[in-house]
């Protein structure tokens, strides 16, 4: 068994297995992530992830065999409100993590473990065009329209960090992320969905081994998905994302991780309940220059609870 602590070479493979932590939210696929819901809407949500892969690393580096294994548990609240007459949301969510790395340097093994919290992540959307805030009601009785959206990520360094480590669950930075979406319904079962923006960072300026500063370029990220209606809450969708740029530097030296991937994936929602559903997703790397080469599967829960609800359903029962 050998260390990570020693030689440049080591400390090579530990930059490239800093991508788990850094890069892997910008690979998230997420249809219908504009979708128009009801004014004073709370959504409670849920989820598990799981995701195994390879990461690939400098071809000159004396490294094979690079895996890692990542498990999430994460916990959101969103709201829908009315700003300025647009349909709006806040969503917020604080995210779990359990990370196994392991290793062949010089053809000896070698495994590194965390556990602990990764960067909460706070995101606002604005649906500016044909959604207006409206009503359950007023929904319902609207015609489906091509909808414009806008939104902004924030993820919020509050994740697990030590200086003196270079596997971490959080980044130890800010990064921003404004998204223009287009949501676009084909006939009455089908929707389009695409999106495009781009992720930005701030430094790290305590990166191993403590004293060092991070940067990382900006990172552009277009996603595309086609869903369609088995029942009016019952849906499947096609994703893919393509994600390039985001090369980093540590205290000026540029490093080779400029990205240039695709995912593609498969989504399936269902209603367990009046307002409640499961989602399952799956989603695999399609082409990876850098980075990480995952198949993930993750499975959430959520439950909303929609001002007027009860109301509007005895209105119904009236004779």
């Known amino acids: 068994m050998i260390t ?25 696929l997420a249809p219908r992530a504009y979708l128009w819901v009801p004014k004073n809407t709370t959504t409670l949500v849920t989820g598990f992830l799981f995701s195994e892969g390879e990461i690939l690393t400098d071809a000159t580096l004396p490294v094979e065999n690079v895996k890692a294994q990542v498990q999430g548990l994460s916990l959101g609240v969103s709201h829908t409100f009315d700003m300025m007459g ?42 500016f065009h044909n959604a207006p805030a409206s009503t359950m009601k007023e929904i319902a009785q609207s015609p489906r329209k091509t ?3 806008a939104s902004l990520n924030v993820v919020v360094p509050t994740g697990q960090y030590f200086s003196d480590k270079l596997i ?8 921003f992320f404004p998204e223009l979406a287009v949501s676009h319904p084909i006939s009455k079962k089908w929707l389009l969905d ?20 991070r940067s990382q370029e900006p990172l552009g990220a277009f996603q595309g998905h086609l869903s369609y209606n088995i029942t009016p809450f019952f849906w499947v ?54 980075g990480q080469n995952f198949d993930t599967v993750s499975i959430g829960w959520q439950k909303s609870w929609i001002e007027g609800y009860k109301r509007t359903k005895k209105e119904k029962t009236k004779p």
Do not use: H
Not at 194 to 213: H, I, Q, R
């Open 194 to 213: 695409c999106y495009a923006g781009v992720w930005l960072f701030t430094d790290n300026n305590s990166f191993y081994p403590g004293e060092s500063t």
């Open 86 to 127: 647009m349909s709006s949301q806040l969503f917020v969510v604080a995210p779990y993590s359990w990370a196994n790395v392991t290793g062949d340097l010089n053809e000896e093994a070698t495994e590194i473990n965390r556990s602990g919290f990764s960067d909460m992540r706070v995101r606002l959307s604005v649906l």
């Open 168 to 175: 971490n669950l959080g980044a130890n930075r800010w990064a």
């Open 147 to 149: 909808i414009l959206g």
């Open 4 to 28: 990570f602590r020693k030689t440049n070479t080591i400390l090579g493979i530990k930059l490239c297995l800093l991508l788990i932590a850094n890069n892997l939210f910008s690979q998230e």
């Open 237 to 290: 969708a096609v994703n893919s994302t393509y994600y390039v740029g985001g090369n980093s530097t540590v205290n000026g030296g540029v490093k080779d991780d400029r990205a240039s991937n695709s995912r593609i994936g498969l989504t399936t929602v269902f209603p367990t309940g009046k307002l409640s559903s499961l989602k399952i997703a799956v989603s695999t790397g399609a082409v990876v220059r850098v």
